[in-house]
């Protein structure tokens, strides 16, 4: 891989999500010595669910947004559907959390469905 590339900017960007989710749990664990394992684990679970939000649309935009060439067809209907663009829709998962993906959608003017992402 390419020095600089996408895949190198993202890896460093993660890498320096979880040194500053690090950095904030020590500081908030040397202010709270006290505090039951449940309370670490409240400081802990949402900002693991955002990191791992983050990589998770990091990985999924990996192989692109969803878009082909054309001849996409409605499975419902069996009609052309048409590219409207690419849109951003915030996806949650019931383990990881929410994150927010832009893909390619598309719609079928034939029975008004939509389809995103592809595949």
């Given at each position: 891989?390419?020095?600089g590339s996408?895949r190198?900017?993202d890896k ?8 500053e ?18 309370e ?32 996409l067809?409605c ?7 048409r ?7 915030e ?5 990881e ?6 893909r390619?959608?598309y719609y079928?003017a034939?029975?008004?469905?939509g389809l995103?992402?592809?595949?």
């Amino acid at each position: 891989m390419a020095p600089g590339s996408k895949r190198d900017r993202d890896k460093e960007r993660i890498m320096s999500a979880v040194e500053e989710m690090y950095d904030e749990l020590q500081a908030w664990r040397a202010v709270h010595p006290e505090a039951s394992f449940d309370e670490i684990a409240a400081q802990v679970t949402p900002r693991r669910r955002a990191l791992i939000g983050e990589l998770l649309e990091m990985l999924a935009g990996q192989h692109g947004n969803g878009a082909v060439p054309e001849g996409l067809v409605c499975e419902g209907c069996g009609q052309a559907m048409r590219y409207k663009g690419e849109f951003r829709r915030e996806v949650e998962h019931y383990l990881e959390g929410e994150t927010e993906l832009e893909r390619a959608y598309y719609y079928c003017a034939h029975c008004e469905g939509g389809l995103f992402p592809p595949g």
